[in-house]
């Protein structure tokens, strides 16, 4: 019997590992919930972050609420019973807050979850701009109601993002008849621009862009 030759056994080269970059991250803020006590007699809580938003309820003196919101760029926060999940919106003027509110959550007013009504179905019409210096005077058509629809609040609210004394600021303004006028100056880097709502007792009917004209 003839015996072949047995080969030598073949090396495999191993690959040399690649080194693995790994991304950094983002460090994520870390917010807390504040507590505060209710120092006048009876303070209006709304549904949006500002004094002409629909009311929703009322907060009285001594209560104690959680403050688990700040409007970004404005001054309303967002408040609720310790425990609770029924939230408003208030004035912090009206409370003793305990800790910082810049530790709270900021919330941008586009998220602000507001009540909408099922029974109107097109926004203000007419919405129009004028511009003069620093002030602009905005300007739409009357919303006609359904007889018994009125909620006997303030009917419009314009919310504008202008720029005041150098700051971008959100400056929710209510209004009774069909023109109100806003301060707005150049300096700031972000674009000002603004919504109309109208109101009626069920909620907002969709809102309106204005076309806001630009600061010189």
Same mark, same amino acid.
């Given at each position: 019997m003839t015996l072949s030759p047995t080969s030598p056994p073949t090396e495999t080269a191993s690959a040399t590992p690649s080194p693995t970059v790994t991304a950094s991250q983002t460090p994520v803020p870390t917010y807390v919930t504040l507590r505060g006590k209710v120092i006048v007699d009876q303070a209006v809580c709304h549904y949006g972050p500002g004094a002409p938003y629909l009311y929703k309820y009322a907060v009285?003196?001594?209560?104690?609420?959680?403050?688990?919101?700040?409007?970004?760029?404005?001054?309303?926060? *967002?408040? +609720? &019973?310790?425990?609770? %999940?029924? @939230?408003?919106?208030?004035? =912090?003027?009206?409370?003793?807050?305990?800790?910082?509110?810049?530790?709270?959550?900021?919330?941008?007013?586009?998220?602000?979850?507001l009540p909408w009504t099922p029974y109107y179905s097109q926004p203000p019409t007419g919405v129009s701009a004028q511009r003069q210096g620093n002030e602009v005077t905005v300007s739409w058509n009357p919303v006609?109601?359904?007889?018994?629809?009125?909620?006997?609040?303030?009917?419009?609210?314009?919310?504008?993002?202008?720029?005041?004394?150098?700051?971008?600021?959100?400056?929710?303004?209510?209004?009774? *008849?069909? +023109? &109100?006028?806003?301060? %707005?100056? @150049?300096?700031?880097?972000? =674009?000002?621009?603004?919504?109309?709502?109208?109101?009626?007792?069920?909620?907002?009917?969709?809102?309106a862009e204005i076309p806001w004209p630009l600061a010189e």
């Open positions: 009285i003196r001594d209560s104690n609420l959680e403050i688990i919101a700040r409007v970004a760029r404005g001054t309303y926060i *967002q408040v +609720q &019973a310790i425990g609770g %999940d029924n @939230p408003c919106w208030v004035n =912090p003027q009206w409370m003793e807050i305990q800790g910082d509110l810049n530790s709270v959550r900021p919330m941008n007013a586009e998220d602000v979850q006609t109601l359904k007889a018994g629809d009125d909620s006997e609040q303030v009917p419009y609210v314009i919310e504008a993002w202008v720029c005041q004394d150098g700051n971008f600021v959100f400056t929710p303004l209510g209004a009774w *008849q069909t +023109q &109100a006028t806003i301060v %707005d100056e @150049p300096g700031c880097q972000e =674009p000002s621009h603004a919504r109309l709502l109208a109101s009626e007792k069920h909620g907002y009917l969709p809102g």
